[in-house]
């Protein structure tokens, strides 16, 4: 999904950082003295930061030449100087917003008078970068079909393998206000090319197309690699610096956008602007774009669980309600019964009510789930059971009137669900101990749903199964989304990651009720999986693993094998299944089926987890 990232502060706390790093028009008057008779150049205009010294200024008479002509979205072109300055922190090259379709054509020299400002994508508070820019232009063609400046080749070589400076602590951590170091910092790098023509050779996919005709590809591609193709983020400091997003400036109702999967390549020369917005930083809008030889990607299958294993996995069904076309049950059936073996539990997120946005009170699931179970069955798998715990109406966030939450199916013939006394939405399920063993007090249950933890959030769902005579507990999560962290490429550096705040919370109320059972019984078979929204290194994470009640499963993997969703080209792990530690010796799998793919049933991929309890 996408998300501008907002950031949420203060009025005067955005006004100050604005002011503090000159986002704000007037305050660059102590640039005021910079200018002289000489004419402004594009370099002059871009200056040394990441702010123009002529922020909120008049310009007369700039001269570029046209390299790239946008008619869709931000409406406008680039023109750059062909007479380079000997500095590498200021850019040739500058964005001319003309909010109309642009009458110039590429080659053509320019002259343009207009207001140098900073547009942010997004918004202030998202905390983007901005886009240096001539809003209002008047534009004057002194002639037409001249060559294009050299485009600057962007390869391994030329990107930094440091990403990005330490943010001023006098300016709320931003970086704007810094001098740019293109040879030390990859976003210094990229900023320093701002709005100039740029290039990049055959290149590694690592971002499939999306629904709006994107892709990312990575020009370093050694870097932190992935078994299937594509880069793993596997910390806060990995933020693969060789990562780029492509887009073409012709509309695509003139020329289709390739479709690509992680793996494919990109060949030959892809060229044009590089430009930033608000959905993944700099981007290269390809005037000339390459051509995408596709690899040999498959959606993986996992192992069949033998007899005595018992298969618990975890599946984010993205949104499904009755009103999805049959295709998109029937994909989801066949995943589950071919690529994911059967499990004998399975957890689904994002199960919406039985008329999915529709926004009337509605909170059962019933017609959601027979659709699906129905549809499992037709595709060769069990009759599954299901058990959950309808929410409450507009409680749990998600899409509005939608009422996601989270479901168990179970195969009857494998596994059986122990019943006790069902909780509803506000109910929370405690623990106790009979016959020294410890016990659910509701199943299906929900974990302490008025912590205010949950406010706005799925609660989690817990159930106690049994697989030849033993009890196994399964706690289902849905922690809150990232929505509200502001991107790798802010201005902030480090970002600000606001979202996990919630989810810390959330995780110590799981580990909390985690630690409970164990204490009634310190041997307890006990699963925690789910959509986590966060890392295996997060504080999230480690919260739920906190004073060893629980191993986050997916480390056992090689580290190239450790994802579940692929964000801006990074694949990275937001999907997960923790262990109690009776649970020694098991077999995990991240089954790679939607995440690295243009077609996709969900957006994340499934976790499988085996084991003999």
Known sequence: ????????????????????????????????????????????????????PLNGKQVTDVEGIVTGVRTYGSRGFWIQDPDADDNDATSEGVFVFTSSAPTVAVGDAVKVSGTVGEYVPGGLTSGNQSVTQISKPTVTVVSSGNALPEATAINEYSVPAEYAPAGDPAAAGSINGLTLEPARYALDYYESLEGMNVKIGTSRVVGATDPYSELWVTVKGWENTAKRGGTIYGSYESQNTGRLQIQ???????????????GDKLTGTTEGPLDFNQFGGYTLVARTLGTVKAGTLAPEKTKPQVEQ???VATYNVENLDPTDPQEKFDALAKAVVENLAAPDILALEEIQDDNGAKNDGTVSAEQTLTKFTAAITAAGGPAYQWRTVNPEDKKDGGEPGGNIRQVFLFNPARVSFTERAPGDAVTATGVVKENGKAALTHSPGRVDPANPAWADSRKPLAGEFVFRGKTVFVIANHFGSKGGDEGLTSHHQP????????????AQAVNGFVKEILAADKNANVLVLGDINDFEFSATTDALADGGALYPAIK?????????????GNAQVLDQILTSPAIKKFTYDSVHINAEFAAQNSDHDPQVLRFRP
């Open 1 to 52: 999904m996408r998300s501008s990232h907002p950031r949420s502060a203060a009025v005067a706390a955005l006004v100050a950082t604005a002011l503090a790093t000159g986002l704000l028009a007037g305050s660059a008057d102590a640039a005021e003295g910079a200018v002289s008779a000489d004419p402004i150049r594009i370099h002059d205009i871009q200056g040394t930061t990441r702010i123009s």
């Open 556 to 568: 056992s993997l090689p580290k190239a094998e450790r994802y579940s969703y692929v964000y801006q």
């Open 495 to 506: 970002p600000v990651r606001s979202s996990e705040a919630k989810r810390l919370l959330q």
């Open 248 to 262: 073409q400036l012709a509309p695509v109702a003139q020329q289709p956008f390739p479709v690509a999967n992680v």
């Open 309 to 311: 294993e018992l298969a």
